[in-house]
């Protein structure tokens, strides 16, 4: 069973919040990266289980990256990590292809459950 993750977010303290909740439960994180295109790059590299994408950075934001790795997988699964108020945002990753979302501030229990329920 696949456990490979890709954390996708602009803020490097958010990736290592990220990181260390899920490798402390058993998760392995393959990558990481800082904005949308970096993660599109990376997952068509690192073909991981899942990726965690944040919705606001610079450069291309998560929901057209959403778009993009769906395009090259349309398997792929996605958890999207938003900020409180962005409810329409989320909406908009869901119907993009997200499977889950998460909001920041991080909940270590809630990324587990929507992980384990995406990839087990």
Same mark, same amino acid.
């Given at each position: 069973?696949?456990?490979?993750?890709?954390?996708?977010?602009?803020?490097?303290?958010?990736?290592?919040?990220?990181?260390?909740?899920?490798? /402390?439960?058993?998760? @392995?994180?393959?990558? $990481? *990266?800082?904005?949308?295109?970096? #993660?599109?790059?990376?997952? +068509?590299? !690192?073909?991981?289980?899942?990726?965690?994408?944040?919705?606001?950075?610079?450069?291309?934001?998560?929901?057209?990256?959403? /778009?993009?790795?769906? @395009?090259?997988?349309? $398997? *792929?699964?996605?958890?999207?990590? #938003?900020?409180?108020?962005? +409810?329409? !945002?989320?909406?908009?990753?869901?119907?993009?292809?997200?499977?889950?979302?998460?909001?920041?501030?991080?909940?270590?229990?809630?990324?587990?459950?929507?992980?384990?329920?995406?990839?087990?």
């Amino acid at each position: 069973m696949g456990r490979q993750v890709l954390i996708t977010d602009d803020t490097a303290f958010m990736r290592m919040t990220l990181r260390n909740i899920l490798e /402390k439960n058993g998760y @392995e994180v393959v990558g $990481e *990266a800082e904005d949308g295109q970096v #993660s599109v790059d990376k997952y +068509k590299e !690192l073909r991981p289980d899942l990726v965690t994408m944040d919705i606001t950075m610079p450069n291309m934001d998560g929901i057209t990256a959403i /778009k993009k790795i769906m @395009e090259t997988d349309p $398997e *792929a699964k996605i958890v999207v990590c #938003s900020a409180m108020g962005q +409810k329409a !945002l989320v909406i908009e990753a869901l119907n993009a292809g997200a499977r889950d979302f998460i909001v920041k501030p991080f909940q270590a229990d809630r990324i587990i459950n929507a992980v384990q329920k995406v990839i087990g």
